[in-house]
């Protein structure tokens, strides 16, 4: 077995302590990697919290936003060596023979996918254990391969920020000739205004205060729009091909920002409320309007996402700190104090 420290919450809504526990021993088609940085996710909040419904293990480390260092390889390992910088996501295996993983949608597995920390191992052997340590064991068709003109620290949130906005955009066509909107301008969204940008679409913030406007478009949104009042829902109604939603909060009135979409077009929820979602349908009826949901990326689309923001120089905007500060940062996202994401340095565990 090897040895793993980390940071865990030892029950729901306790704070992260320190942790010390076992990996499994590596099998011919694992992949040890030594973990430099973990990005914090608002899921892992919800997770540590069981803000999503009960039954989560624990002791649970959290993280699945991965970027380290090859320590060791599987015997029948080849598309990884000692060395290379790596990444894990927010999966760790799938059952690689449903239509949807053989389809590279290994997020929709339908006999449902194994998660980075959180969930039963496949073979029932353990729970897995996330990002929030300095060594993990992850099979190697999990593993993506980081770009060297990506920093390891930046590219951490990207295994989880960067797809879960790349895959959207990716799938509804985003780029030139599109007008997108990006509802919140937090860890999820100042993803999408990077991305939909660099795909050649016409980018437009949709926030609730005036406080980000410099920030959005420094970081590539062509318009900001505080929507807050029915003048500005009326003046933009029917304009964007698409919205994506980051917001994590059940307290949205729909109907609103429907009205915006033009006719076909269609708004992607990203972001998970705790709570269930009111929603009027006839504003989706009446212009042929879709709502949708996505989840992350399958392995070949996250490493495609890599791909494209190392060409397009696409890094997320973040604050790097010690795992001994989890506990306050978790606190600060829930303010939205970050811009805009925490990284662990877990060199420093």
């Known amino acids: 077995m090897i040895q793993a420290k980390g940071m865990a919450a030892m029950a729901a809504k306790q704070a992260l302590v320190p942790y010390s526990f076992e990996r499994r021993e590596p099998k011919e088609h694992d992949v040890v990697i030594d973990i430099k940085y973990c990005g914090i996710c608002h899921s892992d909040i919800h997770m540590t919290r069981e803000e999503w419904g009960g039954g989560s293990p624990f002791p649970m480390v959290p993280g699945h936003e991965i970027a380290g260092v090859v320590r060791a390889v599987g015997s029948k390992v080849t598309k ?8 894990v996501g927010c999966l760790v295996d799938s059952c690689a023979e449903c239509a949807h993983c053989k ?7 339908v006999e449902g996918q194994t998660g980075t920390y ?11 254990q996330g990002g929030y340590s300095n060594v993990i064991v992850v099979k190697d068709d999990f593993v993506l391969q980081i770009p060297k003109a990506l ?8 295994l989880c920020a960067g797809i879960t906005l790349y895959s959207p955009l990716n799938h509804w066509n985003a780029g030139p000739g599109k007008k997108i909107a990006i509802m919140g301008l937090g860890g999820l969204g100042h993803m999408g205004v990077k991305i939909a940008r660099a795909m050649g679409a016409e980018v437009t913030v949709l926030s609730h ?6 920030d959005a478009m420094k970081l590539g949104a062509h318009h900001f729009l505080v929507a807050k009042t029915q003048d500005v829902f009326q003046q933009n109604a029917s304009k964007f091909d698409l919205i994506i939603n980051t917001v994590s909060s059940a307290d949205i009135d729909m109907t609103s920002y429907f009205n915006l979409l ?6 992607v929820s990203v972001g998970a409320p705790e709570k269930p979602l009111s929603i009027n349908v006839f504003p989706l009826i ?3 309007r879709s709502y949708a949901g996505s989840a992350i990326g399958g392995i070949k689309e996250t490493q495609e996402m890599l791909n494209f923001c190392a060409k397009h120089n696409i890094t997320p905007e973040i604050e790097v700190i010690n795992p001994s500060q989890v506990n306050e940062a978790y606190e600060r996202v829930l303010k939205s104090d970050v811009r805009y994401r925490f990284v662990l340095d877990m060199g420093k565990i």
């Not at 959180?118 to 897995?128: I, K, L, N, P």
């Not at 033009?262 to 708004?267: E, F, P, S």
């Open 80 to 87: 990884h060596k000692i060395g290379d910088h790596v990444g």
């Open 209 to 214: 205060s005036e406080n980000k406007r410099e």
């Open 151 to 158: 920093p390891l620290d930046k590219a951490a949130p990207l």
């Open 286 to 288: 009446m212009m042929r």
């Open 118 to 128: 959180g969930a039963m191992e496949r073979d029932g052997s353990a729970v897995t």
């Open 262 to 267: 033009k006719l076909d077009g269609t708004m």
């Open 103 to 109: 389809q590279d949608l290994e997020q929709y597995c």
